[in-house]
């Protein structure tokens, strides 16, 4: 099975995830234009060394392509690590709360390209194509066609869009940034709102099952930008952020309650150009926060709880990397596992690290990729069941083709550090600006990555990887033909469906992909 490219269903039973309008506790999506989907083809595998700078060992690995991509290419990468010892640490009290206000009249428009029934109720005889999910059916849309989001075999079709919807207010840009999941199968989005040029405001979204909002607020009605989101063990979401309305920038973390109410607010937890970059929940309710000091070349993590209240904060500044900043944070029950970039005597590279729950640092691996490569960014970590780590990002390339671009790197290392496999994905040799920007382990341990890839304007670009490092499927979506498609962040969902937002030129972008 292949990911192609979809039609619109509209003639299909509108019975998926509470899509059906004549059935109970789901809501009609809305009118509105259709997402248009293209299949890049294509894949570029990467052989990886992974060597521990203390023990002086080695392995290597390599993602192999699966059935839907061609081989590719591949391109060397080298890691090494540092281990380090517990960081100082400081006290402080929470910040006050602040008043958010709410914005309304949002225009949506929706599509729904991939539609199931999710409820057996025959007694006789499984019969694939009846609208009828039977024991050992994963969908049924009621038809024998591939490609469509169920297959004929009545299996799902890889990296497929079930439902998408876009966001607008009329005279600005909205951009989800980042997603996080809450009970039921919503969502909240931290969403980047753009009222003029160079002008941006922090904006907290939250959309139901169907991507329907169900409420939108501002955070600031200020200069600010949202960096990071989770939503606590409580319920309570928290976006992470930077107010830049001052001439030096104030880290800013808020938590809300599940309805938009503002419970609390905490900025400058380091002052003098500080931005809170990212944060996770904890296990027992508490939150991880990651941020970087950009005049001071270093990084930050601090502890609050869910209520606001700062439980630590420290310094993360490593000699053996002159520059370090830490862009996403993820956690487990064990650990506090945060990327970024640094710099040391082997070069320019992306880093990921494992921290204690106290913020004391486990380890850390840079990777360094060899070739006319210059530099590794990671933009985004999720950690997964047994403590493996995916983080993705880009590869710098110094002169691809005609001038200098970067290619989509995504790599899975164990709850040790060590790097299982890796991939660099290049979308053709004429074309530049490739990158990872999310991304999220499933239940089967499967690795999806969300990113944008050159196609005219930029173009979505979605990965899916299986634990060993295979390719599933890859899809690029162009959703505007005038404008960029950019999908920023991926999570999934409390329904098992993979969740995908960024923008689709001025308006916001969100989608359920098939698991």
Known sequence: MSCRTLAPLSSLLLIALGLCPACSGGGGTSDGGSATEATSEGASGSATNSTDATAGTS??????????????SGTAASESDATGGPTGSSGGSSG????????TGAQTSGDTTGVVDTTSTSGGAAVCGDGVVDPGESCDDGNGEDGDGCEADCTWTPCAVVWSKTYSIDGRRLRGTQIAALAGGDVALAVNDNPAQLDNRLRLTRLNEVGDELWSTLVLDVRSQPYGLAVAEDGTVVVSGVDSSNPF???LTAGYDGDGKSLWSLMDLFPQASIAEGVAALSGGDLAIAGSLPLAKSAWLARVSSGGALIWKKGVSLPEYSILQLRAVAADEAAIYAVGNCVSANGRGGCVARFGLTGDLVWIKQIIVEGPEIAVNFSDVDVGAGGVVAVTGDVFTANKGVKPGSDIYTGLFDADGALLWSDIYDSGPDKTYDQGDGVAIDGFGNVIVAGRVPDGFLAGHIRKYDADGALICETTISVVDDDNTLFLDVVIADDGFPRITGDAGPALYIAALTP
């Open 59 to 72: 392995t290597s690995g390599g993602a192999s392509a699966g059935a839907t991509t061609s081989a590719g």
């Open 249 to 251: 920038s104030s880290d």
């Open 96 to 103: 006050d709360a602040t008043t958010a206000s709410t914005s």
